[in-house]
């Protein structure tokens, strides 16, 4: 059992959604550690060749998240929220710790969560420019298992209720950046997948798109669809209009979390302080 | 869904991008019969001269090289497009978003492909195609089944030399030196462009090492010289000797890389 990092923790399991308790967590890390290893420049290597330069992406992570909601995995550029996202992703190993999505072990099991799982990366260069919104997303559906009648019908379902209308059959390139974004929603909902992870959900909005991306979240993947959606970003007002959770990540470790009332306003003076701390 | 359609979505998917870019699609076509008449103007060079290295494959210099730079485009296709498809997967941006499918990495790698070899079949046909119908290439006796099936032995064994240079790619982020190598030296010593046996003793012996030389000479002597297969058995069994070594090793250093981009999260890095 890995235990690094752990003793900064308090040692109680948190259960994140209020309303069911007693049910068994969409996603669930115990003891999750990352450490990249970084560049050195090259008088560095001469001098001490075996030497290595280690960072600290994730420390000691225990997280439980149940059934349904929306949890904010809130926390500053750089404190592993994306590298949190990315070994539920299954896209990347973690050094220590165990990794469990809907029961499945995501380490020993990654094709099984990949397919209960949905991934809205932030890159909106992770589709073909060339092709339409409506071939991309028969394509990755296709990657999902869906047959051609199947993926097309899905598509047509998604262009429904994402509201994409005559934008899917434009191509990719010419989309402006809120229809990128929700053709990286749409693809991520093509297999109707329990678990949605978001990074950055409205990077690169303006605040009309940023405003209707959050109704969409709130209102029909976690409302309509009961989706389990887990949202890394690092903006206090969009996590407090949309998550019934907060965790808050600071440094690779997890600082806070708990009902997102009580948590974000310990959040919000976390960040005011780190802020205080910092020079202009 | 069965890997079989997933195979048919790259396909489908590749071919869009490559119509999208209209000009080079029809270049691509031109190319084939610039390429064609000059080697046809080359053999005329040729024409009517005693050539006992040539003897072997009917004599003709033509037909000869139609088929080396024909069948050879294979192995520059298999030793880059495996490469290709990780780096440029890597530079777009999509390789992240492939991976997080449940589809697994080894179908993305070889079904991201399919469209390169696809087109290099067809590129094949219309190479043997002009030959024959603008400057009068025949091909008597050929046999053209035992030709496909050795065809089909030499992508296979190729493709694990691609591979093992897509695994450098992803896990370097830069393209393989010794793909660039093995491509050079396959086109010098492989009989590409003249037959082995001219080459001095040593550079034969290295040329024995190159799977490009049991696939052109198995292929030649089944087209050119109407041989069997038990005939042409020598170079095919040359090339199932490259492919049982090469496979195993390039699979696992695929394997080795794969595991070691998702250790230290490069995989969407470039």
């Not at chain 1, 330069?53 to 909601?69: F, P, T």
């Not at chain 1, 940023?210 to 309509?224: I, K, N, P, Q, V």
């Not at chain 2, 009517?48 to 024909?70: E, I, K, N």
Request: with cysteine.
């Amino acid at each position: 059992m890995p235990q690094r990092g752990r003793a900064a923790l308090p040692a109680r399991r948190r259960a994140i959604d209020p309303r069911s308790p007693g049910a068994p967590p969409a996603i669930e890390l115990v003891g999750v550690a990352k450490r990249f290893t970084q560049p050195r420049p090259w008088a560095e290597i001469l001098r001490h060749p075996f030497a290595r330069k280690r960072v600290q992406a994730l420390e000691g992570i225990d997280l439980r998240v149940l059934r349904g909601g929306v949890t904010g995995l809130l926390g500053p550029n750089g404190s592993g929220k994306t590298t949190l996202l990315r070994v539920l992703a299954t896209s990347l190993l973690p050094d220590q710790g165990e990794v469990r999505v809907l029961g499945l072990d995501a380490l020993r099991a990654p094709h099984e969560v990949r397919r209960r799982v949905g991934v809205v990366l932030s890159d909106e260069r992770s589709f073909y420019w060339r092709l339409t919104g409506a071939q991309n997303l028969v394509f990755f559906a296709a990657l999902q298992g869906l047959d051609r009648r199947r993926a097309r019908a899905r598509v047509a379902e998604l262009g429904a209720l994402l509201g994409l209308g005559g934008e899917l059959h434009k191509p990719f390139r010419n989309l402006s950046t809120g229809w990128r974004h929700r053709m990286a929603l749409a693809r991520a909902l093509l297999a109707d997948p329990p678990v949605l992870l978001m990074d950055e959900p409205t990077a690169g909005l303006d605040p009309a798109a940023a405003e209707r991306a959050r109704r969409l979240l709130r209102e029909r993947l976690a409302g309509e669809l009961a989706k389990t959606v887990l949202v890394a970003s690092h903006n206090l007002d969009e996590v407090r209009e949309v998550c019934d959770r907060v965790a808050l990540l600071h440094q690779g470790r997890l600082r806070l979390e708990g009902p997102a009332a009580e948590a974000l306003p310990r959040a919000a003076e976390w960040f005011a302080a780190q802020a205080g701390e910092e020079p202009a | 869904m069965s890997a079989l359609a997933k195979a048919w979505a790259f396909l489908v998917k590749d071919f869009r991008i490559d119509l999208s870019y209209r000009l080079a699609f029809a270049g691509n076509l031109v190319f084939v019969l610039f390429l064609v008449s000059a080697f046809y103007f080359l053999a005329q060079m040729l024409q009517g001269q005693d050539l006992p290295a040539l003897r072997p494959y009917g004599g003709s210099y033509f037909p000869f090289v139609l088929t080396g730079v024909a069948f050879s485009s294979y192995l520059g296709v298999a030793v880059r497009t495996f490469a290709d498809t990780i780096r440029s997967a890597q530079v777009m941006g999509t390789l992240e978003a492939l991976l997080v499918t449940p589809t697994p990495v080894g179908q993305i790698v070889v079904f991201s492909s399919l469209y390169a070899f696809l087109a290099t079949s067809l590129r094949v046909v219309l190479t043997l195609a002009v030959g024959a119908l603008f400057f009068g290439v025949r091909f008597p006796g050929a046999n053209w089944g035992g030709a496909v099936l050795v065809l089909a032995l030499s992508v296979v064994a190729f493709s694990f030399l691609g591979v093992f240079s897509a695994a450098v790619v992803l896990a370097f982020k830069r393209a393989d030196p010794s793909a660039g190598l093995v491509q050079g030296l396959s086109y010098l010593l492989g009989g590409v462009y003249y037959p082995v046996a001219v080459l001095p003793d040593w550079a034969q012996l290295i040329a024995q090492a190159l799977p490009i030389t049991h696939a052109l000479e198995a292929v030649r002597r089944l087209l050119l010289a109407g041989a069997s297969l038990a005939e042409a058995s020598g170079p095919i069994l040359g090339l199932l000797v490259f492919t049982a070594v090469a496979g195993p090793l390039s699979l696992t250093l695929f394997w080795l890389a794969v595991r070691r981009v998702r250790r230290d999260g490069s995989l969407s890095q470039f």
